[in-house]
């Protein structure tokens, strides 16, 4: 494991979630004390992996216009919903960061939104306000995933960067799989983007047609 200050469980609370859709599942939140960045992050264990398989992660980031508001101009709300599913199906943990509009912030991320409606895709949108593409750095995830005994697991994204900085902090990621496609004529054009600028596992072709149309 690389080097980093350890961090400790806080404490651990029964939650039952209800999704609009109708979907249900009981959860142990957890929370931590001595996390690198001094954010409130959360983990969502979800289950119990069968015996001599690996937990099935994915690492969430905050979007409140997404997963809370339902907004169509990103896919982080049917992102969240579906993962809690599939985590639950498997067993694992669903690591719930606080890093919106990937590490800038919420008014950030909205002042990226008015830049994308002059015609800036969602990077060059956040390299206009000076901002990096991706300010996210994934130290206390992996603090996270220690302080819960897990040092190997599948990874479910899209992003292979998420991967990337999880095995450079020590994390024995196995697979990485893929989430579903949740396109709309509002998110098309940030989809295509993560695939053009930060090689997201999206299927391209269908999202230049669907862009294009």
Not at 27 to 47: C, I, N, P, R, S
Not at 141 to 169: V, W
Request: with cysteine.
């Amino acid at each position: 494991m690389t080097d980093f200050p350890a961090a400790t469980q806080r404490a651990r609370v029964r939650v039952p979630l209800r999704f609009n859709d109708g979907y249900s599942v009981d959860t142990e939140l957890v929370t931590f004390h001595g996390l690198a960045d001094g954010q409130e992050h959360v983990a969502v264990v979800l289950g119990e992996p069968a015996p001599g398989t690996l937990p099935l992660v994915r690492l969430h980031s905050e979007c409140l216009t997404g997963d809370v508001f339902g907004s169509a101009r990103c896919d982080c709300g049917p992102q969240l919903r579906e993962a809690v599913e599939r985590i639950a199906d498997r067993g694992g943990v669903l690591l719930y960061l606080r890093q919106e509009g990937r590490g800038i912030g919420l008014y950030n991320k909205l002042d990226a939104y008015a830049l994308q409606d002059q015609g800036l895709d969602t990077y060059e949108a956040n390299a206009a306000l000076g901002l990096p593409e991706d300010a996210r750095d994934y130290t206390a995830a992996a603090q996270m995933l220690a302080a819960l005994g897990i040092t190997d697991l599948d990874l479910l994204s899209n992003n292979p960067d998420k991967a990337e900085q999880l095995r450079g902090l020590g994390v024995t990621v196995r697979d990485r799989v893929p989430t579903g496609v949740f396109s709309t004529a509002h998110n098309v054009r940030y989809l295509r983007a993560k695939v053009l600028h930060t090689q997201h596992t999206l299927p391209l072709a269908e999202l230049t047609e669907r862009s294009a149309g």
